[in-house]
């Protein structure tokens, strides 16, 4: 079905996807709130990274192309909402949002609804409190933004495969063909992050990644390059509020 060209000013669609599963680079004329009621998604784009756990979701402005990586069995649901419907309360760029417990069983009762339901009844004030919903809950740092300068850009490539490669920035410098100082300076100017505060966000989105896959957590952390699993554990909780342990447990931290 062509959900971008319903007549209703918000679609919604549910999709369940296997682990390792991934949708290829699009767009749509439509923004979109990708929520993940089960499983993580990585989503893409030229700009950057932003990892989506269970009961989060990202808003996608529309005419972005994007791709879709999903690690363990993703329910993943979506609602499409035309320009027309969009409020400027709406977030104008990428946006990982927290999902409150009223916004979830609101996308879940428009992932049920008819495809042309009552715009005017009960069903179309669902789809209008859903956008105040997303209006009006903050947003969450998980994303991982990429530089365009070329010489930053291989290496954060490669940081992203890798994350747990352990090479200083120095290290890094010589295969850039620049110094240090350069590299570190281009850090802060095109990503807003030092390179060390980099590297720990590219392994803080791994890690929920490989989380959701079951990955024992030991195995995690010493794959990162962490010490020790205590290790890893302190820096997870104080970037998300909560141990690996109990992140995923019943889909909230």
Same mark, same amino acid.
């Given at each position: 079905?062509?959900?971008?060209?319903?007549?209703?000013?918000?679609?919604?669609?549910?999709?369940?996807?296997?682990?390792?599963?991934?949708?290829?680079?699009?767009?749509?004329?439509?923004?979109?709130?990708?929520?993940?009621?089960?499983?993580?998604?990585?989503?893409?784009?030229?700009?950057g990274?932003?990892?989506?756990?269970?009961? %989060? @979701?990202?808003?996608?402005? $529309?005419? &972005?192309?994007?791709?879709?990586?999903?690690?363990?069995?993703? =329910?993943? !649901? #979506? +609602?499409?909402?035309?320009?027309?419907?969009?409020?400027?309360?709406?977030?104008?760029?990428?946006r990982?949002?927290?999902?409150?417990?009223?916004?979830?069983?609101?996308?879940l009762?428009?992932c049920?609804?008819?495809?042309?339901?009552?715009?005017?009844?009960?069903?179309?004030?669902?789809?209008?409190?859903?956008?105040?919903?997303?209006?009006?809950l903050?947003?969450?740092?998980?994303?991982?933004p990429?530089?365009?300068?070329t010489?930053?850009?291989?290496l954060?490539?490669?940081? %992203? @495969?890798?994350?747990?490669? $352990?090479? &200083?920035?120095?290290?890094?410098?010589?295969?850039?063909?620049? =110094?240090? !100082? #350069? +590299?570190?300076?281009?850090?802060?100017?095109?990503?807003?992050?030092?390179?060390?505060?980099?590297?720990?966000?590219?392994?803080?989105?791994?890690?929920?990644?490989?989380?959701?896959?079951?990955?024992?957590?030991?195995?995690?952390?010493?794959?990162?390059g962490?010490?020790?699993?205590s290790?890893?554990?302190?820096?997870?909780?104080?970037?998300?509020?909560?141990?690996?342990?109990?992140?995923?447990?019943?889909?909230?931290?």
């Amino acid at each position: 079905m062509d959900y971008q060209h319903l007549p209703r000013p918000v679609a919604a669609m549910a999709k369940e996807f296997t682990d390792g599963a991934r949708i290829a680079p699009h767009c749509h004329e439509r923004a979109q709130l990708i929520f993940a009621a089960r499983g993580v998604m990585t989503i893409s784009t030229a700009e950057g990274a932003w990892v989506v756990p269970p009961q %989060r @979701a990202l808003w996608m402005p $529309a005419g &972005t192309v994007h791709e879709i990586g999903m690690a363990g069995v993703v =329910s993943m !649901r #979506t +609602l499409y909402v035309r320009a027309d419907a969009e409020s400027p309360r709406l977030p104008a760029a990428i946006r990982v949002i927290a999902v409150s417990p009223l916004l979830r069983e609101l996308i879940l009762r428009a992932c049920a609804l008819p495809v042309l339901y009552d715009e005017t009844g009960a069903d179309g004030r669902v789809m209008a409190l859903i956008l105040d919903e997303i209006a009006a809950l903050p947003s969450l740092a998980l994303d991982l933004p990429m530089p365009r300068d070329t010489r930053l850009l291989g290496l954060c490539q490669r940081l %992203r @495969a890798d994350p747990g490669d $352990a090479r &200083t920035l120095d290290d890094w410098a010589r295969d850039a063909g620049a =110094s240090a !100082r #350069t +590299l570190a300076r281009l850090f802060h100017k095109e990503t807003g992050l030092s390179f060390a505060d980099w590297r720990q966000q590219a392994r803080l989105l791994a890690a929920m990644a490989r989380l959701a896959e079951g990955q024992p957590i030991t195995r995690i952390a010493l794959d990162l390059g962490y010490e020790s699993p205590s290790a890893f554990a302190a820096m997870f909780k104080r970037a998300l509020g909560a141990p690996p342990s109990r992140y995923f447990r019943d889909g909230t931290p």
